[in-house]
Every structure is written in C-alpha cells, then in structure tokens.
Nanobody, 115 residues
Framework: QVQLVESGGGSVQTGGSLRLSCAAS????????MGWYRQAPGKQRELVAT???????NYADSVKGRFTISRDNAKNTVALQMNSLNAEDTAVYYC?????????WGQGTQVTVSS
C-alpha cells in the first residue's frame, strides 16, 4: 500500500501563489507517475499535472506557464508550485501515485482563491 499526505493548501488572493506538497509512505518502491488533480464544486476531478520518476512532466492547458510540478525521488515527495492563481483554480487538490498498475490518492487539500 501507498499512503499519500498532502499539505500546503489554503486561501490566497487572485494573483497570489501557493505551494502544495505530497509525501508518499508505505510500499513506495516502483512508484512511476505522481501527479496532482483537482475537483471544484459541482465538477469532475481533473488532471492538473503529472511527473514521471524520470522527470517527464505533463500539464493541463489551463495551468501551463503558471504551475510547476517537481519531484524528489529520494524523499518520495512531489510538489506543485502554483503562481498567478485565479478564482478558477479554487478546488480540492489531490495527490495521486501510480504503482504497479494501481492508483493511490491522498485525502485532498483545499485551495481557495478570492478576489
């Protein structure tokens, strides 16, 4: 099993920045892709960004140029630096890990952007 714990959410004004972190524990070897997803009220959960163990990244079009995903394989952590935040970024953000064909989710952290 893989356990994921997110931190770093909170409230910020439009144009501000937040940094989310996710720490993986448990059976963590062979974790390939880690990523961030988000779910706004009344909407489906959507991909924000992913990163492979080799460092290849993928971003949703809506966050390209504003968000940066990074990973520390030695510490088993993944981070999401979010800049130029706007109201549309308000959501619960979830960390996800892929390991040997299984997906694992964190409990989520709330990000609220207000004007």
């Amino acid at each position: 099993q893989v356990q994921l714990v997110e931190s770093g959410g909170g409230s910020v004004q439009t144009g501000g920045s937040l940094r989310l972190s996710c720490a993986a524990s448990g059976i963590i070897f062979s974790i390939n892709v880690m990523g961030w997803y988000r779910q706004a009220p009344g909407k489906q959960r959507e991909l924000v960004a992913t990163i492979t163990s080799g460092g290849s990244t993928n971003y949703a079009d809506s966050v390209k140029g504003r968000f940066t995903i990074s990973r520390d394989n030695a510490k088993n952590t993944v981070a999401l630096q979010m800049n130029s935040l706007n109201a549309e970024d308000t959501a619960v953000y979830y960390c996800k890990a892929h390991r040997l064909g299984r997906h694992y989710w964190g409990q989520g952290t709330q990000v609220t952007v207000s004007s």
